[in-house]
């Protein structure tokens, strides 16, 4: 790099090697500096006569406890996720949500003996869940708290066993992405398969989960995004119409329509309808793929949809609603995206695995998903941050 005299011969300027050999030349040095140096660090971290060494020094103690303690999470994360099912599998949250109780009347109702249930309580309370307020008195402690009081982390505590049954064999799952799963059969319209013929059975099950799930997501999204700025607004792939109902709450004077298969569609008219909202909310259904979706909404929203699906399914979908929406349309894309936060890190590499066993959809980053939005015709796409990257990351565009 060079510092030359610009044409009035005033201000230096920065002149760049423009070549891209030099940056390629440049790039390739710095990584190979890198590799020798992290396979240097790696043999002294291998070597137990190093580790020992670290231990003696306090400052470097504390950083290697640290990096064993992050380890042996990963080693028994199974193991403290097993924890906290039993827990709601047991009705432990629903009692200690109530108030104290000890652990004896808390073996009573759940059906164990007091000593489980005090061995239950005691790891329980390790991970955080529980807390010991006197001398045989529990009550629940913040994470505890709020998976009492959220159905939805509930719902998904208990639908992992499916998760966790096809993970079983996660490098078989790897080698052979095509075997069966549980969840290919739960999220029976993945990768196409039955979508306009799905049957009402399936639809309920995997539209309650999503239903369930979707009250922390909404608040989310709405805070991240004043709605109240449209007219009306189209939700597709909405399930049940668990989104907009949290809209028509925050903005009532919005109209609203939902797109999802003729077999959701029919439930969501029948759960709006029961939410006292079946005269404003239009429902439609169709295939978002093949059926084009109605135009007169001010903005399209694709809640948790796209990551359901690979990109070619998701070229196609976004093909379907550029050709369907009228020109100046937003286009809200919502989903857990990947990204450099803590968050996005844990949340990418869930849903990586979920969508693996799903055989379909992938976690993708905000760029990524607007890069598909201008492929598609899309215009300005541009990312909008939540408070909470582990649920959502908003992505517009404009038709
Ligand atoms: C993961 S769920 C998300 C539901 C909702 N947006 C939410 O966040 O709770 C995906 C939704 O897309 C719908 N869907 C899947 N394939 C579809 C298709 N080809 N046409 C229309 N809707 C479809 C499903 O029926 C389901 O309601």
């Not at 999802?260 to 709006?272: K, Y």
């Not at 948790?304 to 979908?317: A, E, F, N, Q, T």
């Not at 760029?367 to 899309?378: D, H, M, N, R």
């Amino acid at each position: 790099m060079a510092t030359t005299r610009n044409d009035e011969g005033t201000a230096p300027e920065l002149s760049l090697p423009t070549s891209a050999s030099f940056y390629q030349e440049t790039g390739s040095r710095l990584s190979q500096r890198a590799a020798r140096f992290r396979q240097w660090r790696n043999r002294k971290i291998a070597s137990p006569g190093f580790r020992n060494w670290v231990m003696r020094i306090p400052g470097l103690r504390a950083i290697a406890n640290r990096k064993a303690a992050a380890l042996f999470r990963l080693t028994a994360g199974f193991v403290f996720s097993q924890v906290l099912s039993a827990c709601v599998r047991l009705g432990v949250f629903e009692q200690l949500e109530k108030g104290a109780r000890s652990a004896e009347q808390l073996a009573a109702t759940c059906g164990l003996s007091p000593e489980k249930m005090q061995l239950l309580l005691e790891q329980a309370e390790r991970l955080e869940l529980v807390t010991q307020v006197g001398p045989d008195s529990w009550m629940l402690d913040d994470a505890g708290a709020v998976v009492a009081a959220d159905r939805g982390i509930t719902q998904m505590i208990l639908h992992h066993e499916m998760l966790y049954r096809d993970l079983d064999a996660p490098e078989t799952l790897l080698k052979d992405p095509e075997s069966d799963t549980h969840l290919k059969s739960f999220w029976a319209y993945a990768r196409g398969r039955h979508t306009l013929q799905l049957d009402q059975d399936t639809a309920q099950k995997y539209s309650t989960l999503m239903q369930s799930s979707q009250s922390m997501l909404a608040d989310c999204i709405l805070d991240a995004h004043d709605f109240g700025t449209y007219g009306s607004i189209l939700d597709v792939g909405g399930g049940n119409g668990g989104f907009l109902t949290a809209c028509a709450e925050r903005h009532p004077n919005l109209r609203l329509h939902l797109f999802d298969l003729p077999a959701v569609a029919a439930l969501a008219r029948q759960n709006l309808a029961a939410m006292g909202l079946g005269s404003k909310v239009e429902v439609h259904g169709g295939d978002f793929i093949s059926t084009p979706v109605p135009d007169n909404a001010d903005c399209a929203c694709l809640v948790r949809i796209l990551c359901d699906h690979d990109d070619d399914r998701v070229r196609d979908i976004l093909k379907n609603l550029h050709a369907s929406l009228k020109p100046g349309t937003k286009l809200m894309v919502a989903e857990a995206m990947s990204g450099p936060s803590e968050g996005a890190r844990l949340a990418a590499v869930y849903f990586s695995f979920y969508f693996l066993a799903m055989g379909s959809g992938r976690c993708r980053s905000d760029e990524e998903i607007k890069s598909l939005l201008a492929e598609a015709g899309f215009r300005r796409p541009h990312t909008v941050k939540t408070y909470n990257p582990l649920l959502a990351t908003l992505v517009f565009a404009e038709r």
